[in-house]
C-alpha cells in the first residue's frame, strides 16, 4: 500500500518537478504564471494537468494550437513516481525513506537542468544538502554522511582546481559533497566510481565520432546523480527490498 500511494505522490511532485525543470534557470518564478503552453500560450486547464494521463489523452499535443508536448513531461512524472515507489519499497515508513525521495527529486532536476544548459543551480544543491542534513540527523548518521561529503568535495575539488575548470564546473564539486550527504562514506565513493564508469562508457562514443573542440564541455551533473541513484536503490533490484534494508542498516549503524 505505501508504495503505491508514495508512486502517486512521486507523479504528482514530478509534475512540479517539470516547472522547476523549465523554469529554475531562467530565473522565473515557480508559482506564476499558471501552467501554460509554450508554444501558444494558453493557460492549461485542471483537466490537462494531470499527470501522464493527460499528456497520453491528448496524444502528446496542445489541444489548441496542435504543438508537440516534449515526451519529457511524462518521462519526468513517471521516474519521479518510480523512484518514490521504489524508495517506499525499500525503506518502508522512515526518515530513509525521505531522504531517498529528496534524493530522487534533486537527481532529476539537476539531471535535466545539466543537460539543458550546463548548470548546477545552488537554488538545488543548497535545498538537497539541507534536506540531506536534517534525515543524517534524525537517522543518526551525520559523521558518514560529512565524511562522504568531505570525499566529494576533496576529490571533485582537486579535479575542479588541477584542470582549472576546464574538466568540471565548481557545480559539480558542490554536487558530489551534497551526494556525498546522502549516501555516507562508502556509498559515495561507489557512486562516483558508477558515475565516471558511466560517463566513461557514454561518452566515449560521442568522443570518438564527433570532434570536440577543447572547450566542448561534457555535463558530469547527469553521471553523479545517476551514480547516486544507483547506489541508492540497486541493491533493492538486485537483493529485494528486505535484503536492501538489512545492508543498509549495516552499513549505517553498524549492523542491528
Ligand atoms: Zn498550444
Redesign the pocket.
Known sequence: MLPAIAALCGLLFGSFLNVVIGRLPAGGSIASPPSH??????RLRAWENIPVISWLALRGR??????PISARYILVELATGALFALAAAEFGASAVTVGACALSAFAIVTLFVDIDHLLILDAVTVPAAVIALVVSLVTGRIVDSLEGAAVGAVLFGVIYISTRGAGLGFGDVKLAACLGLYLGLAGSIAAFAAAFIIGAVLALPVLATRRRRAKDVLPLGPFLVLGGLIVTFAPALVFGPYQAYQWFLYRHLGGG
Do not use: D, I, Q
Not at 496542445?62 to 504543438?67: E, I
Open positions: 503552453c509554450p508554444a501558444c500560450g494558453r496542445c489541444a489548441t494550437c496542435k504543438s
